[in-house]
């Protein structure tokens, strides 16, 4: 059986996350599977995370994510807008995507906890499409907490999306 599996992935450079989804995928169980890496277009684990794989069933997809110098504003209206707006692009282009893939099943790779917004966006949007709906994971790399206190409402939204 073959099926088109989709990992999002969004960080700013490389670390253990990259480790860990290239060696997912060179361990993959089912070789006819079709593995689709999409992650933000800024990632400097991409570069680490290619050499690293020795499966070439894969195919990698950059897109635009949520780090950008227009975000680091000294203006916090300005960084609250830009940030809403640019999740907001985010959304529009991942679920264009989604639907032009079709994917089959959708993981969502993230870092230390809570992870990357887009991330948390990518598996909501997932679990709201047909062909993803019940075929949406949400993986989390185990690494130190990050700092940025949103952890809970991420997942209680998403909890709460479950039910």
Not at 43 to 67: A, S
Not at 134 to 143: D, G, Q
Request: glycine content about 8%; overall charge positive; charged content about 20%.
């Amino acid at each position: 059986m073959c099926r088109k599996i989709l990992i999002y992935y969004e960080q700013k450079s490389y670390g253990g996350v990259d480790t860990h989804l290239a060696q997912l995928i060179n361990n993959w169980p089912e070789c006819n599977d079709r593995i689709i890496i999409v992650s933000n277009r800024e990632n400097v684990g991409l570069e680490f995370f290619e050499k690293q794989l020795k499966n070439p069933v894969f195919k990698v997809i950059k897109i635009d994510g949520v780090f950008d110098s227009l975000g680091h504003e000294k203006n916090k209206i300005y960084r609250i807008l830009y940030f809403v707006l640019y999740q907001i692009k985010f959304l529009l282009i991942f679920s264009k995507l989604l639907n032009k893939l079709a994917p089959d099943i959708l993981i969502s790779n993230n870092g230390g906890f809570p992870g990357g917004f887009t991330c948390w966006l990518a598996s909501i949007l997932g679990r709201t499409r047909k062909g993803t709906r019940n075929n949406t994971f949400l993986l989390v790399h185990h690494a130190p907490p990050d700092k940025r206190g949103a952890g809970f409402l991420y997942a209680s939204f998403l909890a709460w999306l479950n039910q």
